[in-house]
């Protein structure tokens, strides 16, 4: 079966965060896509230490690089999304599709700069209200959207 929805974490750092998205992306009908170089090994060893039991059902892919992910999924660029703090749209106002990436960049430095010149029109961010708060847990956000882009995608 298709997809529901792609959720794309770019050098993701922390496990917990991807193993969380896992779970998410496995509960929603989703794949996980992890973009290297990862800040963690993904072997058997190491998942299993930390609990990821279901790890082996979630629909995952890896690429080396960003440009082979664009080379091997093909993706209409209008089904590219990336999050970032700095984004003017909220993703409120965002109409999402079947199949639709959700691009999430590393827990420590966001997306690469190339991708705001590349991507301007694409990028979409949670609401932050207060000053005091620099940024989003990485798999708390993408969880988030990933739950409006299902509620849009399946009409549930």
Do not use: C
């Amino acid at each position: 079966m298709k997809p529901v929805f792609h959720l794309v974490l770019v050098q993701p750092e922390i496990p917990g965060n991807t193993g969380s998205l896992g779970r998410t992306a496995l509960a929603l009908g989703a794949r996980l896509i992890l973009i290297h170089p990862l800040g963690f090994s993904l072997d058997e060893k190491s998942v299993r230490r930390a609990g990821l039991d279901y790890w082996k059902y979630v629909d995952l892919i890896e690429y080396q690089s960003f440009e082979e992910f664009l080379e091997h999924e093909k993706p209409d660029p209008q089904a590219l999304s990336f999050f970032s703090k700095n984004a003017p749209k909220t993703y409120f106002k965002q109409s999402f599709q079947h199949g639709h990436y959700l691009v999430f960049g590393s827990e420590s430095k966001g997306l690469p700069m190339s991708f705001f010149k590349d991507y301007p029109e694409q990028f979409l961010s949670l609401p932050i209200l207060s000053p005091e708060v620099r940024s989003l847990n990485l798999s708390n956000a993408a969880t988030a959207v990933a739950y409006e882009v299902f509620r849009q995608v399946t009409g549930q």
